[in-house]
């Protein structure tokens, strides 16, 4: 989603002479002059080049609080499904990734939401950690970026009839849809490894999100950042089938494989029964650049349905 700021607003800040002091020569008047004149010329053009080239940005990515009227219009007669990434979307941005707790309106919010609409989060927490916070029974949770999925209890055949991997218990009972299960061992390694080299970097903080380890740097000093980073790689190094991503404040190690949040909108779309229906409107919210990886998924989907 898109935001504009104000610049009527701005101001610019304008020389001030004090004759009474040390006067200025009209010469050197006349040049000072011409010089604040040049300097809010040029302040004024880059303004308008980045004016323009943010306008020319929402063209394709446009604000869809600003098209809000237009959304509800095209979901008429639409089956609604609603995708929502966890932190900064459910919950506030925090100093301690372990207190990152949704306010119980939020809450209030989300189960209403689901009641309506069938609703799934997806976020780069572990699925049971995201699922402790959220404290509902009426969503689909996916965990680890889209690497660890509970899906829904149906048949495990999609509308195009290409067969869904959803393992079940002897007893019929569904388990997760685990992608990247065979890089536990490895992951584990990794996690133990990561907690004894950067525990002498002050503020840093290693969390187990079950198929990725991220590394949270929003308490570390920005003097220390290049220390951490280069510790994170050369973890790394020995273990080329991982690679890593940033978010905000967070690098994030994760297996090498074809699978994000955007693979796991598809997944629940496939598994309800719902990836080649041309009418449905999934609707993704989240505030971070792993959810482009969901926006893209939706852009695949749109693009198969006018095939």
Known sequence: ??????????????????????????????FIQRSTLNLIDQTQTNTKFILSSYDSWVVTHPSAL????????????????????????????????????????MRAVVNEVATYFPTAIISGRSRNKVKDFVKLNNLYYAGSHGMDIMAPSMPVRSSKGKHIDIALNTNGTE???????????????????LKNEVMGIKGAM??????????????????????????VKSVLENHPEFCLTEGKKVMEIRPSIKWNKGNAVQY?????GLSSCNDILPVYIGDDRTDEDAF????????GHTE
Do not use: W
Request: aromatic share 10%; with cysteine.
């Open 1 to 30: 989603m898109g935001f504009q700021t104000s610049h009527g607003s701005k101001r610019i800040p304008q020389p001030i002479f004090k004759a009474k002091e040390d006067p200025i020569d009209a010469n050197a008047n006349s």
């Open 66 to 105: 600003n098209l809000f009227e237009r959304l509800m219009k095209a979901a008429i007669g639409k089956r609604i499904i609603v995708f929502l990434d966890y932190d900064g979307t459910l919950s506030p941005i925090v100093n301690d990734p372990d207190c990152a707790f949704m306010s119980d309106e």
């Open 175 to 193: 388990v997760p849809f685990q992608p990247a299960k065979k890089f536990l061992p490895a992951i584990r390694e990794i996690l133990r490894i």
């Open 206 to 231: 290693v969390e187990d999100n079950g198929f990725c380890v991220s590394v949270h740097f929003r308490q570390v000093q920005e003097k220390d950042y290049g220390a951490l980073e280069e510790k």
């Open 268 to 272: 629940f779309l496939d598994t309800l």
């Open 296 to 303: 893209k998924g939706f852009c695949e989907i749109s693009a």
